[in-house]
């Protein structure tokens, strides 16, 4: 299994502001995932990062709003860029275990909150 | 496309009862299906899933699924509730052919366990 770790567990941000969410993975992985679950609801993928290519976005975010960075295959970055209150929300990263039936392994969360 | 619904968004058990909650999935091929669950504020955790094989899959924690591919079904059970078993439910499905990974969650199903 994937040991997941994300920095910072939580914060408070001001509006227009923008925070960068840190993944390290205690092993290395090519895929990594970035899921985004609003409050009460379920989680919805962002985004994959695979290590030595762009990030492929899910429809409705986009690069500009939400740029990633996977500079290599244990460590990756999403930045939630000119925050407004509608992106206060746990942010998730994760990776997969091909050798395991595709199992999903998930950090503990970043929780935002934007004011 | 793929798709996940799970029927109830909330589902209320007495400990001891039998704990059912369901899922239904639209895939165009063979999925992978899991179950993961949410503690509050806490991440998520895997409960069970099916990759190939039996498909009376056992887990985590006394649950099980079982996969039924006539009803694309993959209903989640436990024979007799916990209070710790209350807690955010989400069963998800990944396309093991080419989305491996880029899993899509079912809206989740909160369980509450009366005492």
């Known amino acids: 299994s994937a040991v997941i770790s994300q920095k910072p567990s939580r914060d408070i941000c001001q509006r227009g502001t923008s925070l960068t969410i840190q993944c390290q993975v205690d092993s290395q992985v090519t895929m990594m995932f970035w899921y985004r679950q609003q409050p009460g609801q379920s989680l919805t993928l962002i985004a994959t990062?695979?290590?030595?290519?762009?990030?492929?976005?899910e429809s409705g975010f986009v690069i500009d709003k939400f740029p990633i960075s996977r500079p290599n295959l244990t460590f990756s970055t999403l930045t939630v860029s000119n925050m407004s209150p509608e992106d206060s929300s746990i942010y998730l990263c994760?990776?997969?275990?091909?050798?395991?039936?595709?199992?999903?392994?998930f950090g503990p969360g970043t929780r935002l909150t934007v004011l | 496309a793929q798709s996940v619904t799970q029927l109830g968004s909330h589902v209320s058990v007495s400990e001891g009862a039998l704990v059912l909650l369901r899922c239904n999935y639209s895939s165009s091929v063979p999925p992978y299906l899991f179950w993961y669950v949410q503690y509050p504020n806490q991440g998520l955790q895997l409960l069970l899933k099916?990759?190939?094989?039996?498909?009376l899959v056992k887990g985590i924690n006394g649950f099980e699924a079982e996969f039924k591919k006539s009803e694309t079904s993959f209903h989640l059970t436990k024979p007799s509730a916990h209070m710790s078993d209350a807690a955010e439910y989400f069963c998800?499905?990944?396309?093991?052919?080419?989305?491996?990974?880029?899993?899509?969650f079912g809206d989740g199903t909160t369980l509450t366990v009366k005492p």
């Open positions: 994760s990776v997969v275990d091909r050798g395991h039936g595709d199992t999903q392994y």
């Open positions: 998800t499905v990944s396309d093991r052919r080419t989305n491996a990974g880029k899993s899509t």
């Open positions: 990062a695979n290590q030595g290519s762009e990030a492929t976005y």
């Open positions: 099916y990759t190939t094989g039996a498909t």
